[in-house]
């Protein structure tokens, strides 16, 4: 059975919650992801997708200003060892495309709906 571990992405590119709202956009945009966690250190604190920079970043007065400002707080995670076929379920019950992967409150990858996709196509692929 595949679990988590074997799709995250491992140690995945973050910013601090202090992070301009453009530089979320430039590491988005160079990392090509749609997701940036939000670390303070090796803890988590919370989430910056690329749908609260596009409602956001509309207006160009709010480049500057921290991403704390519009990253959600209340980020549900996964352990690495979840089975891959829960925390698929749990991104389709809670409509979500994405989950941090922690270990005792350290963030230790991502795991994305196109990583479950990538995963699809190498199945179907054999």
């Keep these: 059975m595949t679990d988590v571990r074997e799709l995250m992405t491992a140690d995945p590119a973050t910013l601090d919650p202090e992070a301009k709202i453009e530089e979320a956009w430039k590491l988005m945009h160079s990392e090509r992801v749609r997701h940036v966690p939000v670390c303070k250190g090796d803890k988590l604190v919370g989430l910056v997708t690329q749908k609260d920079l596009l409602v956001n970043a509309q207006n160009t007065s709010l480049l500057s200003l921290p991403v704390a400002e519009i990253m959600v707080f ?3 995670t996964v352990d690495k060892d ?3 076929a829960l925390a698929a379920k749990r991104m389709i019950d809670e409509k979500i495309s994405c989950l941090p ?3 005792n409150g350290e ?3 991502i795991v994305t ?3 479950f996709l990538n995963l699809v196509i190498k199945l179907l692929a054999n």
Excluded: R
């Design 74 to 76: 209340d980020v549900q």
């Design 82 to 84: 979840l089975p891959a």
């Design 101 to 103: 992967v922690v270990e």
């Design 107 to 109: 963030l230790v990858g």
């Design 113 to 115: 709906d196109s990583d």
